[in-house]
Each structure stands twice: as structure tokens, then as C-alpha cells.
């Protein structure tokens, strides 16, 4: 015993010996001081993305829709459940760097042949010896000396992994409030064309019957007619295919949700929905630690620099501390006597003599792998701050693009009103009064796709700094809540 506490003490002195291959360090990255496209408070630390996103969207329909959706979703459960099966490979490979001990038992009974007794010339050989039990009882015990950190460096990589799951989860997480709020507000877009469908349909059917009425004491001709007929069906077809996309973006946000398709209760319309009076990018630096996308590709280069340890460590020896301790006998009831007792124990070493170059090679793969690694990391910082200048530039045009049509539609709304009044008093013809009418029409449908698409750059915005997956915090009201069917 004294001898095998020797040779483990030995085990963990060589336990803490060196790792073969390089220890991590980030590779450096050319990150500029502010961004190109941050106006006023661009050096401050201060970002949009630090807001959660129950702060941001402050509909509450669209808050119990991304509560529910955060809980249900599909591509998140797998995400979850990934996460869970990378914790599970490490703690089995984590394993791999202590003792193994295993219990067992064996029964066996032996009939010697008759002939083995003659040729070794025992007495009474002429006959078979009778049948004879075995009993056995041992615990074997295997441990290998991780000397040159090879086991340490698969514990690295699987760590690492583990951390990229999980920075794959809160990706999923990101994307999936982002996409659920564009969704939403362009649900909302489409709701305000189809109102604004359905309130040209009623105005361009009143004109329709005004006609008819003047047609009747002689003061319009039938041409007036057919063209008011021809648009109240061009704005009564309009409805339908409205419908139509409305009801398909509700089967998209339902989806996101993890349900069946059913209706979405709106909550504050797309004109009235609030939006952040200043959206600060922050720091670039930031970025590297907010942006769950950046995180995994730092941690699978991680990975692939450990696993190159672990193929370095191939080249050299292997040393294992095998043994067993227990009994042997011949009748069970003697099997825990002190004369059966039985043990063995004492190292193993295997050296790899020829393979071939399959070490070698494999050793050129986890290279090429974490060279990989590396650009990838370098192409997710570089596409991240690409998106956020995207994003920052769209935001600032957006806004000088919604005044424009806003001017556009109240100068088309006069137009309208003029254009009538004359009608009326039979100083323009019908064509004047529906191109008017066209003109506001399609003024107003840019302006509601323009509100829409300044609510998706704040989404847009939000989403490339790396907000968004931060859990909100658990309270009974919002436990008590339902989502909208």
C-alpha cells in the first residue's frame, strides 16, 4: 500500500508538469477609436446596447410576444440543449484527468482435461479431475500521468466549446428579439396600408356615386364614370392582397413564438410607436466583449489552440498506473480470508514507434484549423463593425428621409383638396382629381415604409452592437402574464 500511495503522490507531481503546445493570447486587432459614422457623443463609453430590450420596446404586446417567444422558440430550445450537451462533454473529458476505478466480480467453473493429467504424469491421471469453482473479486484502478498536458489541453478545448455554445445561445437570443420586433413592426406597416387601402376604397366609392348623381342632371360625362369605376376596383383589390400579407407575417411571428399559426393583438400603432431620442454606439472596444457572435469565434479559436496540444502531445510517450486489489478462492466462503487476498500494480508506458506520419498529420490539421480559427475571428470583428457603421449611417439617413415625406404628404394632401375644389366647380377635369389622388395615395404609403423602416434601423442598431440577449429581470407580474393568441 505504501508503495502505490508512492506512485500516486508521483501521479500528481507529474499532474502539474508542463502542456505541450501554445498558451492562448488573443491575436491583435486593428479596432478604430470611434465609429465613422457616431455623431455627438461618440467617445463616450455610454451604447444603446447596454438598454435591455424590454427598455427599448416599450409596446407591451411586442414585450409579452418576445417574453413568450424566449421560452418557446425552437432555435433556442436546441440552442439550450446544445449548451447542455458541451457541459456534459466536459465534465467526461475533464474526467479523463483522475483515476479510474472499477469493481468486479467473476464466477467461473474449471474441468481440467483428463489427458493435461497423463501428460504431466500425476498420479491417477487415467482419470479426469473433478470440476473446481473460481470466485473473484477485484477493483481495478487505471490512471494516466498526464505529463506532457494532453489531457489538460482536451480539458481546454471542451471549456472552450462550452463557452461558444453558450455564446451560440445568446446569439440566438439576439437574433431572435431582433427578428421578432421586425416582424412586429412590419405587421404594423402593413396594417396602416391596409387601413389607408380601405380609407381610399370608402373616398374613391363616394366619388364614384357624386358622379353618377351629376351624370344624372347632365354636369359629368360617362367617361368620368368608367374612370371612377376603374379605380374604386383598383383600390378594392388592393385590400385582399393586403390581407393576404398580413395574415402570412402573423404565421412568421407565431412561428418565432414556437406556436401554431394564430392572430397577433397589436398594441401602440406603427406612427405612435416610441423610439429612443439618442442611440449612442459606444465604444468599438466594447464590441469585442458585448457581441455573443465574437465571443464564439474567439472561444472555437481557443479550442483549435488547445487541440494543438493535444496532437503535440501524441509525439511523446504515454504513461498509465495500472492495478487491482482483491481476492481469489476457490470456495466463496473463503474468498475474504487474508490468504486469498490478491493485488498487482505498477506502470505502463507506450511509446509511439512508427505510424506512418499520422501524428504528423494530424498535427498539420489542427494547425491549419486554428489558423482558421484565427481568420474567422478577425472576419466576425470586422463584419460586426461593418454592421454597426451600416446600421449608424441608415439610422441618420432614415430620419432626414421621414421629414421629406412627411413635407411630401402634406403637400399631397393639399393638392387633393385643391384638386376636388375645382372639380367641383368645373375648372378641372376627373383625370386631375385621381392623379391628385394617386399622388397622396403613394405619399403616404412611403411615409408609413418609412416609419417603418426608422423603427428597423433602431432594431438594426440595436442588434449589431450586441444588445438584445440579456436576460430580463424575473418578477410574479411578468411571470403572470400571457402572450396574445
Not at 503522490?9 to 503546445?21: D, E
Not at 366619388?207 to 348623381?213: G, S, T
Amino acid at each position: 500500500m505504501n508503495f502505490l500511495l508512492l506512485m500516486m503522490s508521483l501521479g500528481t507531481f507529474i499532474v502539474g508538469g508542463c502542456a505541450l503546445g501554445p498558451d492562448y493570447e488573443r491575436p491583435p486587432v486593428a479596432e478604430p477609436d470611434s465609429f465613422r459614422m457616431q455623431q455627438g457623443a461618440s467617445l463616450e463609453e455610454a451604447s444603446l446596447a447596454d438598454l435591455g430590450w424590454w427598455e427599448l420596446f416599450e409596446d407591451e404586446n411586442l414585450q409579452i410576444l418576445i417574453r413568450k417567444a424566449l421560452v418557446e422558440n425552437k432555435d433556442l430550445r436546441l440552442a439550450v440543449s446544445r449548451v447542455r450537451e458541451a457541459r456534459a462533454q466536459l465534465a467526461a473529458t475533464g474526467a479523463d484527468q483522475f483515476p479510474r476505478i472499477d469493481g468486479k466480480g467473476s464466477i467461473q467453473r474449471n474441468q481440467p482435461a483428463g489427458a493435461q493429467i497423463r501428460q504431466f504424469g500425476f498420479p491417477g491421471g487415467a482419470f479426469a479431475p473433478p470440476a473446481t469453482n473460481q470466485f473473484r473479486a477485484t477493483m481495478d484502478l487505471s490512471f494516466e500521468l498526464d505529463f506532457w498536458g494532453r489531457l489538460r489541453r482536451a480539458t481546454e478545448a471542451a471549456q472552450a466549446d462550452l463557452l461558444a455554445r453558450e455564446s451560440a445561445r445568446r446569439t440566438v437570443i439576439l437574433t431572435l428579439v431582433s427578428d421578432l420586433a421586425t416582424a412586429y413592426f412590419e405587421l404594423q406597416e402593413l396594417d396602416a396600408e391596409l387601413e389607408l387601402a380601405k380609407r381610399t376604397l370608402e373616398a374613391r366609392q363616394e366619388a364614384l356615386d357624386l358622379i353618377r348623381l351629376r351624370k344624372l342632371v347632365g354636369q359629368r360625362s360617362t367617361l368620368d364614370i368608367r374612370r371612377a369605376d376603374q379605380e374604386v376596383a383598383r383600390a378594392r383589390a388592393v385590400i385582399p392582397d393586403l390581407e393576404r400579407q398580413i395574415g402570412q407575417k402573423e404565421h412568421q411571428l407565431t412561428l418565432l413564438m414556437g406556436r401554431n399559426p394564430a392572430r397577433i393583438i397589436r398594441g401602440t400603432s406603427l406612427r405612435d410607436q416610441p423610439l429612443a431620442p439618442e442611440v449612442p454606439a459606444g465604444l468599438p472596444s466594447a464590441l469585442l466583449e458585448r457581441r455573443p457572435d465574437i465571443v464564439e469565434a474567439e472561444q472555437k479559436l481557443i479550442a483549435a489552440n488547445a487541440r494543438i496540444g493535444v496532437a503535440k502531445a501524441a509525439f511523446f510517450p504515454q504513461i498509465s498506473l495500472t492495478g487491482n486489489f482483491g481476492a481469489q478462492s476457490l470456495q466463496f466462503s473463503q474468498l475474504f480470508d487474508g490468504l486469498s487476498r490478491t493485488w498487482q500494480f505498477g506502470p505502463t508506458l507506450t511509446v509511439p514507434l512508427f505510424d506512418a506520419g499520422r501524428n504528423l498529420a494530424n498535427l498539420e490539421v489542427r494547425q491549419a484549423q486554428q489558423e482558421q480559427a484565427v481568420i474567422s475571428y478577425e472576419k466576425a470583428i470586422q463584419q460586426a463593425f461593418r454592421e454597426v457603421e451600416d446600421a449608424l449611417i441608415g439610422y441618420q439617413k432614415i430620419r432626414e428621409i421621414r421629414r421629406e415625406r412627411e413635407r411630401v404628404v402634406a403637400h399631397a394632401r393639399e393638392a387633393v383638396g385643391l384638386a376636388q375644389l375645382e372639380y367641383l366647380n368645373g375648372k378641372a377635369s376627373y383625370l386631375e382629381v385621381l392623379t391628385a389622388q394617386r399622388e397622396a395615395l403613394n405619399a403616404e404609403t412611403a411615409l408609413a415604409q418609412t416609419q417603418r423602416n426608422h423603427l428597423l434601423t433602431v432594431v438594426q442598431l440595436y442588434k449589431s452592437l450586441g444588445g438584445g440577449w440579456m436576460p430580463e429581470p424575473v418578477s410574479e407580474d411578468l411571470a403572470m402574464r400571457e402572450a396574445p393568441e
